[in-house]
C-alpha cells in the first residue's frame, strides 16, 4: 500500500511509496459519527494486519466536550467500547499529512488546507446526537459499511 498524496516542497519519508497512508475521520464535534468510524477502521486495519501500512487520525472542528452517550451505547451494543475516548480538534498539520479526509456530513471546503491534493469524501451522514438509539445504530451500520467500503478499496489499489 502506498500514499496517494505527495507535497512537492517536501522529501520527507512521508512522500515515499513505503509511508503509510493516512486517513483522517473528521466532523465538527468528533462525538458521534467521526468517533464510530474511526473505531471501525481501527477494526478493520487491525482484522487486516495493516497496522503498518494505514495510520489513523480523528478530530473536529469544534470538538465537543465528551463522545454522545447515545453513540457510547450504539457502538457498545456490537461489541466495541468508546466510552473512554475524547473529542479533540484535528490540526491543519494533520490534515495537510493525510492521503484522505473523510467528512461525516460537513462540508470539507473549511475543513482541507489550501493546496492540498488528497482524496476528500463526504459521507453525508445524519448526526446522531440526541437519536433514539434505533436511528443511531441506522447511522452505525451504515458508517461501518462506509469503512469496510473505504479498506477494500484500498487493499484493491494495492
Given at each position: ?10 522529501d520527507?519519508e ?6 503509510p ?8 464535534q468528533?462525538a ?11 477494526r ?31 457502538m ?8 473512554d ?12 499529512a ?10 470539507a471546503d ?49
Amino acid at each position: 500500500m502506498s500514499r496517494t498524496n505527495s507535497d512537492s516542497d517536501s522529501d520527507s519519508e512521508a512522500d515515499s511509496d513505503d509511508a503509510p497512508i493516512r486517513i483522517a475521520l473528521v466532523c465538527v464535534q468528533n462525538a458521534g459519527r467521526s468517533q464510530m468510524a474511526y473505531a471501525f477502521a481501527e477494526r478493520e486495519r487491525a482484522a487486516r494486519g495493516l497496522e503498518s501500512a494505514v495510520d489513523l487520525v480523528t478530530g473536529g472542528t469544534r470538538p465537543a466536550d465528551r463522545v454522545h452517550p447515545e453513540v457510547v451505547d450504539a457502538m457498545a451494543a456490537v461489541g466495541v467500547d468508546i466510552g473512554d475516548r475524547t473529542p479533540r480538534e484535528v490540526t491543519v498539520e494533520e490534515l495537510r499529512a493525510s492521503d484522505y479526509v473523510i467528512t461525516m456530513g460537513c462540508s470539507a471546503d473549511d475543513v482541507c488546507p489550501a493546496g492540498w491534493a488528497g482524496d476528500n469524501r463526504d459521507w453525508d451522514l445524519s448526526d446522531p446526537d440526541g437519536e433514539p438509539l434505533e436511528e443511531v445504530a441506522r447511522i452505525r451500520d451504515e458508517i461501518e459499511k462506509r469503512v469496510a467500503a473505504l479498506f477494500d478499496e484500498l487493499e484493491a489499489a494495492d
